[in-house]
T-cell receptor, first 114, second 110 residues
Framework: DAGVIQSPRHEVTEMGQEVTLRCKPI?????LFWYRQTMMRGLELLIYFNNNVPIDDSGMPEDRFSAKMPNASFSTLKIQPSEPRDSAVYFC????????????FGPGTRLLVL | QKEVEQNSGPLSVPEGAIASLNCTYSDRGSQSFFWYRQYSGKSPELIMSIYSNGDKEDGRFTAQLNKASQYVSLLIRDSQPSDSATYLCAVGNNNNDMRFGAGTRLTVKP
């Protein structure tokens, strides 16, 4: 079984540019989570979806961040415009029949904004 | 006060010893508790979950939960160098989201 797939694995961009991160959850999972991890703040939940519908986006830091899930097998997290403080590892996780809290993480996207 | 607190470590134990990792949480309504292991440069991996007071054992790992004290721990018996990683405590509530602690870095020395 393929796990959660994220792309790109690494992204280096300049301040002000748009960044789009992509995630394919495990097939059959109906929950999808986006996290951000930094040394200073640890692992933070940004937003999660259930059956493609955003349920809680209270962790999204500001309007520069947006997330979509157009279908059950694809989600995007977009940052526009990007800033150096957005530099972090962004993880996508999904969960299914074991319950929303039994989450399986993707490999992450390491973002560096110069 | 942070919602989920862990000692950041590093915690260093010799090979074969018991490693004890601790976590406290602030939300008394929390229902589910998890331990994730994260190797350097990798993603978190779920290793234990516990929902009721007491101990839960899985191989060399034992999770302990005390809801009255708002405390959850992870014991690793017969620690191996391959157990060297950061261990994240996560606490779930009724809102289907989880809050993670900052993690404890464990080093097992051969």
């Amino acid at each position: 079984d393929a796990g959660v797939i994220q792309s790109p694995r690494h992204e280096v961009t300049e301040m002000g540019q748009e960044v789009t991160l992509r995630c394919k959850p495990i097939s059959g999972h109906d929950y999808l989570f986006w996290y951000r991890q930094t040394m200073m703040r640890g692992l933070e939940l940004l937003i999660y979806f259930n059956n493609n519908v955003p349920i809680d986006d209270s962790g999204m830091p500001e309007d520069r961040f947006s997330a979509k899930m157009p279908n059950a097998s694809f989600s995007t997290l977009k940052i526009q415009p990007s800033e150096p403080r957005d530099s972090a590892v962004y993880f996508c996780a999904s969960s299914g029949s074991m319950g929303p809290e039994t989450q399986y993480f993707g490999p992450g996207t390491r973002l560096l904004v110069l | 006060q942070k919602e989920v607190e862990q000692n950041s470590g590093p915690l260093s134990v010799p090979e074969g010893a018991i490693a004890s990792l601790n976590c406290t949480y602030s939300d008394r309504g929390s229902q589910s508790f998890f331990w994730y292991r994260q190797y350097s440069g990798k993603s978190p991996e779920l290793i234990m979950s516990i929902y009721s007071n007491g101990d839960k054992e899985d191989g060399r790992f034992t999770a302990q939960l005390n809801k009255a004290s708002q405390y959850v721990s992870l014991l690793i018996r017969d620690s191996q160098p391959s157990d060297s990683a950061t261990y994240l405590c996560a606490v779930g509530n009724n809102n289907n989201d989880m809050r993670f602690g900052a993690g404890t870095r464990l080093t097992v020395k051969p």
